[in-house]
T-cell receptor, first 113, second 112 residues
Framework: DADVTQTPRNRITKTGKRIMLECSQTKGHDRMYWYRQDPGLGLRLIYYSFDVKDINKGEISDGYSVSRQAQAKFSLSLESAIPNQTALYFC????????????FGQGTRLTVV | QKEVEQNSGPLSVPEGAIASLNCTYSDRGSQSFFWYRQYSGKSPELIMSIYSNGDKEDGRFTAQLNKASQYVSLLIRDSQPSDSATYLCAVNPRDSSYKLIFGSGTRLLVRP
């Protein structure tokens, strides 16, 4: 089983709909991240969380919100999806005692039509 | 100027050759450097990390770091078709203990 699990793996939704992407991890890491990946743009940080009570915006947080329900769970919501949010979304974790290396989930391919 | 720059490629090499992937970064105080491999539609997988100037070898992979030139590279010896993937360079900047800045990746094609 994957250490970082994302659900759903694929999703097609309509413009204006609210959608939630979920992430859970069994690595025991405190830090969790949400990235999006677009062709030619690499990975960009949306939100990150150092623990349940510490949530921070990344470089492209507009249009997104997050919830850290537990140490192991970090969800990303699109309040009102728009087509330019069509992308590949990755959840990641890290452990500061081991360095800044990030460990990624399998990804969620989201299409907004 | 992008914080982490990579040539998008594709870089095409014959099987058995050495593939050389390059990355430059803008923050001179960056602390640590990583190479991730990403197969199409899959998640990035960490393959190398390097923290000090010089070379670090792991099997067929060698990471090279030159902080004075703000340059990090990845060499893949005896390239195999299974090495065909996109390679992402990631840098941990000086002002953050948690943050990784990713390049947009170089696509490598290894021809049988």
């Amino acid at each position: 089983d994957a250490d970082v699990t994302q659900t759903p793996r694929n999703r097609i939704t309509k413009t204006g709909k609210r959608i939630m992407l979920e992430c859970s991890q069994t690595k025991g890491h405190d830090r969790m991240y949400w990235y999006r990946q677009d062709p030619g743009l690499g990975l960009r940080l949306i939100y990150y969380s150092f623990d349940v009570k510490d949530i921070n915006k990344g470089e492209i947080s507009d249009g997104y919100s997050v919830s850290r329900q537990a140490q192991a769970k970090f969800s990303l919501s699109l309040e009102s999806a728009i087509p330019n949010q069509t992308a590949l979304y990755f959840c990641a974790t890290s452990d500061p005692s081991q360095g800044p290396e990030a460990f990624f989930g399998q990804g969620t391919r989201l299409t907004v039509v | 100027q992008k914080e982490v720059e990579q040539n998008s490629g594709p870089l095409s090499v014959p099987e058995g050759a050495i593939a050389s992937l390059n990355c430059t970064y803008s923050d001179r105080g960056s602390q640590s450097f990583f190479w991730y491999r990403q197969y199409s539609g899959k998640s990035p997988e960490l393959i190398m990390s390097i923290y000090s100037n010089g070379d670090k070898e792991d099997g067929r992979f060698t990471a090279q770091l030159n902080k004075a030139s703000q340059y990090v590279s990845l060499l893949i010896r005896d390239s195999q078709p299974s090495d065909s993937a996109t390679y992402l360079c990631a840098v941990n900047p000086r002002d953050s203990s948690y943050k990784l800045i990713f390049g947009s990746g170089t696509r490598l094609l290894v021809r049988p």
